[in-house]
């Protein structure tokens, strides 16, 4: 199968969407892969399987391989004389900025180009946690009591500590603290501020059951993972989750009974439908007597979450086999004709 | 001043938009304007001020005309030994499908074109009128009640009929259709799904009181339009809002009192803060038992409502000065240098 693993991005998660794309060269060996980088700058690169590791970005040698230009169904290679297009369908691996904040999904829906990968509007869902909040609420999905702080506002905290606060738009971990009493709030809250104007502040539920779940919709049909139960300490910082990125091996099933499994996958369902199709995504989920809420939606997990998957080359050639399509408005200019004729010119 | 007035669009409001720019043409003379048509299949051309008229797109002349790309900061027009540049800021005009989805939003950003219209997120909001639901509840908004019915359910509706039946996720009246008893039914529900699959369903109130306001934050200040009490039959079908989007004659202020205003101001406030920072959008109201509910969010609205501004010219201007910059994450390689150090390669 023919696949384009899109990765880069200029986002706090460059580095491990470069992780993430390495990691699945493995994981989809025997697919025909293409490795585009995008850089900082938003300049896109053909990179070179043989090319793909780490330092191939940190020391910049991706400046020397083929530049691209997106174009109507494809990224293009300008040579000498002629150009090569490089088409088929695109796996969305830039994690964070970009790749999970609706831009990429814009992008390439404009550019008629299909891909794995949330769409705009899930996007825009999913990367602010203040619209997974709406959502939640919109569809009745449980999930963990919240407050907003924007930065231009003194506001009290009205949840007891010890707190949690996220920057209202980055993934990973990323300037995340746990607030164990007032002392440690301004600080918390300006590491937060560094990164968004608006930050979620939530209850932090010590020892709380933590599950994920990922899967998609294919061909009408529901496909889950297995549900893991992650370890943990406290929550991943950035670097220990740079490191589960690279994740490949199998895990192992979470030991949960059936009603709690079902329950799980109740509230993936209503998440997912209508809204991430054509995406794998990973749901994060807490249990808080029986009861499971949504933590965070994950619309681009690490290296695809491919170790929460039996057989994740099958789900990946499933999925990308049922990609959405745009339905495009034609324009036929009916009323500036009838118009026109009407004014008699 | 320099502004690009970007139109067209793969969108049922196609030609509105090509009207909207013809009537900004007079409306912000004087500017130095470029102005770019995006056809219906993405393809962008430079169309000369004096061929600003209707037929030029409707007997397909402006494929004459110099094509551009998009590239990184601006348009660019390719010559036969280099290439001009079109950079400034652009006036996003397209109504509709990519103008008002987040797709043209996404596409300035990602290319570091400043923009007048909607952010990505700000669109999904005010594109999906079941997100324009969700953004009241959240936000506390008063709107009218409402039901979701997709394609593929059977779903009886219990709000007694006269109702409206639109089509989630289209503007301009287009399939939009007044129900005013259950033999109506089936084939009003045909014509919005023709659009899109879900359709939202409400009261259709007789006689309601409508109030539009439009207006736009420009340096932290947030500045209003006049309030208009807009004339209608029943609602406005697309010929006669392709004929609206014409308009260019300031209207009359709604004979209403300071109560009222500051309702309708109140309300324009929640929902543009912290969300359509950048864009001039028009609100509209209705007013039911001295209450203020939101009819709808027009965040590109036809001829940008210019004809509500006592100063169209400034109120742009003003805009155009004032328009948000994008905080790109810088990459710097921190973890992957720390990681290959010690893994000691």
């Known amino acids: 199968m023919k696949?384009?693993?899109?990765?880069?991005?200029?986002?706090?998660?460059h580095e491990i969407s470069i992780v993430s794309a390495i990691t699945l060269k493995e994981k989809l060996s025997g697919f025909d892969l293409t490795f585009i980088f995008c850089d900082q700058d938003h300049r896109f690169y053909l990179i070179e399987a043989s090319k793909m590791k780490a330092v191939t970005f940190s020391k910049g040698e991706h400046k020397k391989m083929p530049q691209l230009n997106i174009t109507n169904g494809s990224f293009t290679q300008k040579t000498m004389f002629s150009s090569i297009e490089h088409t088929g369908p695109v796996l969305n691996l830039i994690h964070g900025a970009d790749g999970e904040d609706g831009t990429i999904a814009s992008l390439l829906d404009f550019f008629s180009i299909k891909y794995i990968g949330p769409r705009t509007d899930a996007s825009v869902f999913s990367y602010d946690k203040r619209y997974t909040k709406w959502l939640c609420e919109a569809k009745k999905i449980k999930s963990v009591h919240y407050e907003v702080i924007s930065s231009n506002e003194h506001k009290n905290i009205n949840i007891p500590y010890p707190i949690i606060i996220k920057p209202a738009r980055l993934g990973s971990s990323i300037g995340v603290s746990i607030v164990k009493d007032e002392s440690e709030l301004d600080y918390a809250l300006d590491v937060a501020f560094e990164f968004d104007n608006s930050v979620i502040v939530e209850p932090f539920i010590e020892g709380v059951k933590e599950y994920n779940l990922a899967g998609?919709?294919?061909?009408?049909?529901?496909?889950?993972?297995?549900?893991?139960?992650?370890?943990?300490?406290?929550?991943?910082?950035?670097?220990?989750?740079?490191?589960?990125?690279?994740?490949?091996?199998?895990?192992?099933?979470?030991?949960?009974?059936?009603?709690?499994?079902?329950?799980?996958?109740?509230?993936?369902?209503?998440?997912?439908?209508?809204?991430?199709?054509g995406a794998?995504?990973?749901?994060?989920?807490?249990?808080?007597?029986?009861?499971?809420l949504l933590n965070e939606i994950n619309p681009i997990p690490g290296s695809m979450g491919n170790y929460l998957f039996e057989d994740f080359k099958s789900s990946i050639e499933l999925l990308a086999n049922s990609l959405p399509t745009n339905k495009r408005a034609k324009v036929n200019y009916e009323y500036i004709h009838s118009i026109s004729k009407a004014k008699g010119k």
Chains 1, 2 share one sequence.
């Open 3 to 13: 696949l384009t693993i899109l990765f880069g991005g200029a986002s706090f998660e």
């Open 216 to 277: 998609f919709i294919a061909k009408g049909e529901i496909h889950f993972s297995i549900v893991e139960e992650p370890q943990k300490n406290e929550f991943l910082d950035f670097e220990k989750k740079y490191m589960d990125f690279s994740r490949s091996e199998q895990v192992l099933k979470a030991d949960i009974d059936s009603a709690l499994e079902a329950k799980l996958k109740n509230s993936f369902e209503k998440v997912y439908k209508n809204l991430f199709e």
């Open 280 to 292: 794998l995504i990973r749901c994060d989920f807490f249990v808080v007597d029986g009861e499971v």
